[in-house]
């Protein structure tokens, strides 16, 4: 890799100063990003620059670039097209390493005009000393917890292991926040926009060797460079859990990929077996790729297919029998003496110990019999897996409980999930901190589970 071409890693995921070009002093949208910087607390320096204003925010502006005390690592631009052009030019004559464009009016257009634009943009970033990466067009920057880096003001703080790339850039931001409140923390969020240079396959090969990330999810429309995406993606799943959610499937999918980012969809059946080939768990929709997400945090990938199902409503638990077969898993009779000691603990309202196990009312309420009976089925010679369809929510201590569930999973070695009936389970925040992935549905619990195992028909 020649110098021109290097990755900048420091520069975009730690950088120690950040120049925002185009903040209006008002209350506009070009503010979200200086305010994402100061809440919840970018830790580096940070520099507005707005030739007609001397203060934003509390922070002092700065006229250009080339007024800066020093050359900052990173530039996000919030000025219009042309001017983003002079811009880059600007930041790689002064040896700004990497810039971020929410700037759109490039290839994304449709247009000849935008592609000339786009080519322009290039050959300014190009024109330093020094190389010169861009972030973009069209793309929403980054959010890194570590350190303070996010796209809106708000977001949250915590540090995780799963990356997310992504060519739609309010997608990073609803993937951020509907992942924290399924117990995903994030270690980067990378919008691309139109990979005009830096793609998704720079980031899929950085992520790779990223010792903050352990799970990569993406959100992709099309592809610049098939081949060269194919061994990123092949690298990357060879290290880690890689889910993709790939749109643009359909006819009217691709041309509406073509005008949101200038992406390339190519024909669905090359992308699924792509995808196939490189091993990558494929998601068509926002609950596939966040169920997979959270099944990949906590669910060994070799794990078995025989899963023991506890349940108080009789209904869910039929449904999930049928979603065993479905996906290829299986719902394994439960040993004789299992059955002896579920006997013991569940009272006389359960109906059946065999599997799924009736739990009753104790899924309403009693912690203990709950914990024993999950104990008894974890233990259980021919089980591979729990999935507890409700339960919990008459415990005492909650985060007690889920300790002692995330107990069982680690001295079995088995994985314990739970779900509810019909929409997100409560507290799951308190359930992953523990290990617990949970999952808004039986039915979604196993569809998950299935693939990331490898079971899946």
């Given at each position: ?153 708000n977001m949250p703080s915590e540090v995780g292991p799963v990356a997310f790339v ?217 089980v591979d897996a729990i999935l507890a369809i409700g339960g919990s929510a008459g ?63």
């Amino acid at each position: 890799m020649t110098e021109h071409n290097a990755f900048p890693a420091q520069a975009l995921f730690e950088p120690q100063s950040i120049a925002v070009v185009g903040v209006p002093r008002g209350p506009k949208v070009g503010q979200i990003f200086l305010q994402g910087l100061l809440h919840p607390g970018y830790k580096g320096r940070i520099y507005p620059i707005n030739p007609n204003a001397e203060e934003i925010l509390g922070l002092r502006c700065y006229p250009s670039i080339s007024a800066l005390p020093e050359t900052p690592d990173l530039a996000i631009l919030v000025v219009g097209s042309d001017t983003a052009i002079e811009v880059i030019g600007e930041c790689a004559d002064a040896g700004v390493k990497a810039a971020a464009l929410f700037t759109a009016g490039f290839s994304e257009a449709g247009t000849d005009e935008g592609r000339e634009r786009e080519a322009r943009l290039l050959a300014a970033a190009r024109r330093g000393a020094r190389p010169l990466r861009l972030v973009g067009p069209n793309c929403m920057a980054l959010y890194v917890p570590k350190t303070g880096l996010a796209m809106l003001p708000n977001m949250p703080s915590e540090v995780g292991p799963v990356a997310f790339v992504s060519q739609s850039g309010s997608l990073c931001t609803f993937v951020a926040g509907e992942g924290y409140a399924r117990g995903l923390a994030f270690s980067k969020v990378i919008s691309i926009g139109n990979q005009a240079d830096l793609t998704a396959s720079d980031f899929f090969d950085y992520l790779a060797d990223d010792r903050d990330t352990e799970v990569v999810g993406s959100y992709l429309e099309g592809v610049r460079d098939g081949r060269r995406l194919f061994r990123a993606l092949e690298r990357c799943a060879e290290r880690k859990p890689v889910v993709i959610w790939k749109a643009g499937r359909s006819g009217s999918g691709a041309r509406a990929a073509n005008s949101h980012t200038g992406a390339l969809a190519g024909q669905h059946e090359v992308w699924s077996a792509m995808l196939r080939q490189v091993g990558a768990l494929v998601a068509h929709d926002m609950d596939e790729l966040l169920d997979l997400l959270v099944a990949c945090r906590h669910v060994p990938r070799g794990s078995g297919r025989r899963v023991a199902i506890l349940a108080g409503p009789g209904g869910p638990a039929v449904s999930a029998s049928d979603a065993c077969e479905e996906n290829g898993l299986e719902l394994p009779r439960l040993s004789a003496g299992t059955q002896e000691v579920l006997r013991g603990i569940i009272p006389a309202a359960g109906t059946s110990v065999r599997n799924p196990v009736d739990m009753g009312l104790v899924m309403l309420g009693a912690a203990e019999m709950y914990y024993r009976a999950t104990e008894a089925a974890a233990l259980d010679p021919n089980v591979d897996a729990i999935l507890a369809i409700g339960g919990s929510a008459g415990a005492t201590s909650l985060a007690s409980f889920a300790a002692a569930m995330q107990e069982i999973s680690q001295r079995t070695g088995k994985p314990v999930m739970q779900s509810s009936v019909g929409g997100e389970m409560p507290f799951e925040r308190v359930f992953s901190d523990h290990g617990i992935a949970t999952f808004g549905s039986p039915e979604r619990a196993l569809w998950a589970y299935a693939r990331v195992t490898g079971h899946a028909l």
